[in-house]
């Protein structure tokens, strides 16, 4: 298929129509609201369905419902309509339902503003709503980017039966960048949806629930979900290097759209001869603890950097990989603004030699 | 005596197919379980256990699924009407039936039946008034009568502090998209039966695709009213019926251009 221009929202849209995510349920907030103004124009034409919910929280309890059926089902918001989903998501990790939750990030906490941001990595990665929970979170920083997370998140929801949240900075939603959609989503089998509630028409009726009353059987649901974490842990873990090699002094850990302002950084030192590399981890959960430690102990490197939009919340998860072996620094802004390459480079160049560049 | 037993062995009164044969754990005299076997039956009368969900509450109701042989979702408190709305779109062909309390569906679930109904979604509402939260022990509902003791309004339910008890079939029924909407009770026999048909006309208007349908129950919590399950069924009739009144409050209309 031919690249076209489009706005990142939009590509989101038409990227979940592409893997078969044909059921919506949204209420507008800015800055992801022409997801559903474009699937509202959309989804008729390929048989799907959109609700306009009366409010997020009814919005992830018809997620909840709809998922049930074993259908591909999503929504798009942004971060206070995250946050009256977290019921739902709780329930839903807990009933290990697959469903697939878009975030386009503004700034908070509270109403905040309506600008970019990446202020909900505590909530997005450490469960967010209550329980023993996680949610697969995946964070692109292009717009391309975009619409194959989007993609991929419907077949990891299914295949682990577990929400998975695209976790987009408010630019990712507004920026138009060129795409590429493929003729055709391949993915690998997955298994039989023997889970889904479609009527016990010839079996025995199915129950789903997050309900145990007895707490052996509640420990052991915990239990049941812990051990999928953990092998996503072990089979999901999702980054991309940028110039990672021997000769850096520094590597710098960010992620989305700040990660690429990172890359400008990056280019223009190596210009001057200074030697950066950067790790952006594209799964949030599962963190990339292991890339980031290895890169972070190479012999030249002096330190790390985490560069967020956000006053420092990755950066805990940075400074976990690299284990005190070398100093995690952090550099960020947030309520909308977005770091300058000038104010990253002279941040890191402050670290490196007390502000004389190289 | 050999004849008097071949003749007793014609079967008039059984189990519904549609119930399990699970013992359920409501109080002595609670009419939830007159309730549940009035659902199992009209679902068995009309054919359509195979492709019933139904959705469960948060409430003395939450363990519904263990006594129905019908696919269940559990929703969190409140929340069931959004599921079925999400289920319902997404799978046209099943009958899909909620079943609330009123703390349920009359306090912290509010937004969603109303918003349901609205809409118009084609699945059935079972709302069970029981006056009182029964699960959590006999707090205060938005349902409460007038000077009506519970564990939180000791002093009996102020009208000037709570406000008056919501009467859901009247609200609902202000909205105008088509809907049928009726209030019943089971402390009677004859109330049963009326209940009955009523609940049953509920599911068979979702089998015509027609409209959202919604029956409230006024029901019995003897544990929580502090009365015995005798009593509890003439507190119905002198103290809620006056208040909630029964019959139909809105019957499905023809659809409405605009
Ligand atoms: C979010 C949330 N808030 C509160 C509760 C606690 N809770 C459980 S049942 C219930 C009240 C149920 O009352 P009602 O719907 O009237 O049903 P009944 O038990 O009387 O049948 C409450 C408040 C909960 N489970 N979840
Ligand atoms: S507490 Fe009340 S509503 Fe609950 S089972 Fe007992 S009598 Fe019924």
Redesign the interface.
């Known amino acids: 298929m031919a690249r076209i221009l489009m706005k990142g929202n939009e590509a989101i849209g038409e990227a979940a129509i592409r893997a078969g995510g044909i059921y919506y349920f949204a209420y507008p907030i800015t800055p992801q609201s022409e997801v559903g103004e474009y699937l509202s124009r959309r989804l008729p034409e390929v048989g799907g369905v959109f609700v306009q919910a009366e409010s997020e929280v009814a919005v992830g309890n018809m997620l909840f419902g709809a998922a049930a059926s074993g259908k591909r089902v999503f929504t798009s918001s942004s971060s206070p309509g995250i946050s009256l989903m977290q019921e739902a998501i709780s329930y839903m990790a807990g009933a290990q339902l697959p469903v697939v939750l878009i975030n386009i990030m503004r700034g908070g906490p509270g109403l905040g503003g309506i600008l970019p941001a990446q202020s909900d990595y505590f909530q997005s990665t450490r469960g967010g709503g209550h329980g023993d929970y996680r949610v697969l979170v995946l964070a692109p920083a292009t717009v391309q980017e975009a619409v194959d997370l989007t993609m991929l998140a419907f077949h990891l929801a299914e295949k682990y039966r577990n929400p998975v949240l695209i976790a987009g900075d408010g630019m990712i939603g507004q920026m138009m960048e060129p795409v590429e959609f493929p003729d055709q989503f391949e993915e690998p089998p997955l298994p039989p949806k023997d889970w889904a509630t479609v009527g016990a028409r010839d079996r025995a009726p199915l129950i789903t629930k997050s309900l145990f009353l007895d707490p052996v059987a509640l420990e052991k649901n915990s239990i049941i979900l812990h051990e999928k974490y953990l092998k996503m842990k072990a089979d999901e873990i999702r980054f991309e290097p940028y110039k990672v090699s021997p000769k850096n002094r520094a590597i710098i850990v960010s992620y989305g759209t700040m990660a690429r302002i990172c890359q400008t950084v990056i280019d223009e030192l190596e210009a001057n001869g200074t030697s950066i590399g950067l790790l952006r981890p594209i799964s949030l959960f599962p963190f990339p603890e292991r890339a980031i430690h290895d890169a972070a102990v190479a012999p030249n490197i002096e330190l790390v950097l985490t560069v967020e939009m956000s006053m420092g919340q990755m950066v805990e998860d940075v400074e976990k990989a690299v284990l005190g072996k070398k100093p995690v620094h952090f550099y960020g802004r947030t309520g909308g603004i977005v770091p300058s390459p000038e104010e990253v480079r002279d941040c890191l160049l402050k670290l490196l030699d007390g502000g004389k560049a190289k | 005596m050999s004849e008097v037993t071949a003749q007793a062995t014609t079967i008039t009164f059984s189990r519904p197919e549609s119930f399990s044969d699970a013992v359920t754990h409501y109080c002595p005299g609670c009419t939830h379980g007159i309730i549940h076997r009035l659902v199992a039956e009209a679902i068995d009368e009309l054919g359509i ?5 139904g ?2 509450p948060v409430g003395c109701s ?1 363990l519904i ?1 263990n006594y ?9 408190h409140g ?1 069931a009407p ?10 046209p062909e ?1 009958i899909i039936f909620t079943y609330q309390g009123d703390g349920d569906l009359a306090s912290i679930g509010m ?2 039946i ?2 349901a109904a609205n ?1 118009g979604e084609k699945f059935t509402t079972i709302f069970v008034n029981n006056a009182i939260y029964g699960m959590t022990g006999g707090q205060m509902a938005p349902t409460t009568m007038p000077g009506q003791v519970t564990a939180t309004s000791p002093y009996g339910r102020n009208v000037e502090e709570a406000g008056w008890p919501i009467r859901m079939c009247e609200l609902l029924s202000s909205l105008r998209t088509p809907a049928y909407i009726e209030r019943v009770a089971v402390h009677t026999p004859q109330n049963i039966v009326r209940a009955k048909r009523a609940i049953k006309t509920a599911f068979q208007n979702q089998v015509d695709g027609l409209c959202f349908s919604l029956i409230e129950v006024l029901s019995t919590c003897p544990t929580n009213w502090g009365l015995t399950p005798c009593e509890a069924t003439q507190w119905v009739q002198t103290n809620m019926s006056p208040y909630y009144p029964l019959g139909v409050f809105k019957k499905p209309e023809p659809r409405l251009e605009v």
């Open positions: 256990r195979g492709r019933t969900v959705i469960a939450v699924y129905f042989r019908t696919d269940f979702l559990e929703s969190p929340r959004a599921l079925a709305t999400g289920l319902k779109r997404v799978s099943l937004s969603e109303v918003h809409r």
